[in-house]
């Protein structure tokens, strides 16, 4: 079952502009994380937010989590053609420490 | 650099044919995973394997086994494949420890006709 859905489920700007991903998930958990995945590539860890934490930086990525609303977002800030890739969040709820859950990801194109 | 390196990029097979995917990983990594990835479904785990020898089912292993002989290779069975396996396969690792990472390979394209 999947326990995290990304909106939108697709996204297209301009380069230069900012875009934000949300996450919605369903149960608590112990951390949610971001991925990308450029087409037909595999995925790359972008960012880990835990459970106790609101907001986490790296570069251009802000990540929120808010554990009320079982919600995260992704904002990615003067984006580039280069960001273009689907995002994936991915949750893991503890218990077992091996599993992640991931959402069906959200498309971005950022056109030059 | 970390690396998790799967043996094939795209293979093309006939239905009932025996697929093996290979996942090695150089990070000394205990746990490895298998997803499958489908458009509109996102990423499903199939199996996973938190120690040489040990393995756990995921969310949808029916059509599927693994083996963990080596502690840095992972492998994916289909037995008998079947055209709904047509997809793209997913194996990552990550340490045992909390942060919940994982590595991935590039993937590998299964076309069952």
């Known amino acids: 079952s999947q326990q995290g859905e990304e909106d939108p489920q697709a996204l297209s700007i301009q380069e230069g502009e900012n875009a934000t991903m949300n996450c919605s998930y369903k149960?608590?958990?112990?951390?949610l994380q971001w991925y990308r995945q450029n087409s037909g590539r595999g995925l790359v860890h972008l960012i880990l937010?835990?459970?106790?934490?609101r907001e986490k930086h790296s570069g251009r990525l802000r990540v929120t989590l808010d554990t009320s609303k079982k919600s995260s977002s992704l904002l990615i800030t003067a984006s580039r053609a280069a960001d273009t890739a689907s995002y994936f969040c991915?949750?893991?709820?503890?218990?077992?420490?091996?599993?992640?859950?991931f959402g069906k990801g959200t498309l971005l194109t950022v056109n030059p | 650099d970390v690396k998790v390196t799967q043996s094939s990029r795209y293979l093309v097979k006939r239905t009932g044919e025996k697929v093996f995917l290979e996942c090695v990983q150089d990070?000394?990594?205990?746990?490895m995973f298998w997803y499958r990835q489908d458009p509109g479904l996102g990423l499903r785990l199939i199996y996973f394997?938190?120690?040489?020898?040990?393995?756990e089912k995921g969310d949808i292993p029916e059509g599927y086994s693994v083996s963990r002989e080596k502690k840095e290779r992972f492998s994916l069975i289909l037995e008998s494949a079947s055209t709904n396996q047509t997809s793209m396969y997913l194996c990552?690792?990550?340490?045992?420890?909390?942060?919940?990472?994982?590595?991935f390979g590039e993937g590998s394209r299964l076309t069952v006709l």
């Open positions: 991915a949750t893991n709820s503890g218990g077992s420490n091996y599993k992640l859950t």
């Open positions: 990552a690792s990550k340490p045992r420890r909390d942060t919940g990472e994982l590595f």
């Open positions: 937010i835990r459970s106790n934490e």
């Open positions: 149960t608590s958990i112990n951390n």
């Open positions: 990070m000394d990594h205990e746990n």
């Open positions: 394997s938190y120690d040489v020898k040990m393995k």
